[in-house]
């Protein structure tokens, strides 16, 4: 059984394109870390996201945990919490370059196979107005950098270099490990 340790619209969408079946079992573990640095926060949170779900089922499956941070000059950007938040957030990308990293583990047959996958994405310059325009959609709430690029805040997006499905936060890197470890990803 091939579970997935998220409640993300996004990352389940992704995972269906190759897998046909698996559970959806949210992760209940703290989504609090101290951990200053974008990969190593991003895998922390991974880890404990699969191993929360990996124990819970009796270490009777394969559990797929993952995590996407967004960070510029070093400082990570989560969800925001408030509108106002998310203002700052898209104030600070808006010209300039963001690193976009996930973290995941897979926890396959009591072995854990993790990475972390970086994607540069740069902005266009944002006016105050297109900002707020965007903010009142409710699209940024729920999305680390205030932002979702397979959405209206695609618009924002001047260019990237890496793989798109890690900035929606679900790297391909995933399937392919999925893939060494037997899973057949193209049963469509």
Avoid at 56 to 72: H, N
Avoid at 139 to 167: C, S, T
């Amino acid at each position: 059984m091939l579970v997935l340790a998220s409640a993300s619209p996004r990352r389940r969408e992704i995972l269906s394109r190759f897998i046909r079946e698996f559970q959806i079992i949210p992760s209940s573990a703290s989504e609090e870390c101290s951990i200053a640095d974008p990969r190593e926060h991003a895998l922390e949170l991974a880890r404990r996201k699969a191993r929360e779900v990996y124990e819970r089922l009796g270490k009777k499956a394969t559990v797929i945990g993952a995590d996407t941070v967004v960070s510029i000059g070093g400082k990570i950007l989560g969800k925001p919490g408030n509108e106002e938040e998310a203002f700052r957030m898209l104030k600070t990308l808006s010209g300039r370059m963001h690193l976009v990293t996930t973290g995941y583990c897979i926890i396959h047959r009591g072995e854990e196979h993790c990475g972390a996958v970086v994607t540069e994405v740069k902005f266009r310059e944002l006016d105050e107005d297109l900002i707020w325009a965007y903010i009142r959609t409710g699209e940024p709430m729920d999305k680390a950098g205030a932002y979702g690029i397979q959405g209206k805040g695609g618009l924002f997006v001047e260019w990237i270099r890496g793989d798109y499905y890690n900035v929606v936060g679900f790297p391909i890197e995933i399937i392919w490990k999925l893939k060494e470890l037997g899973f057949d990803v193209l049963s469509r």
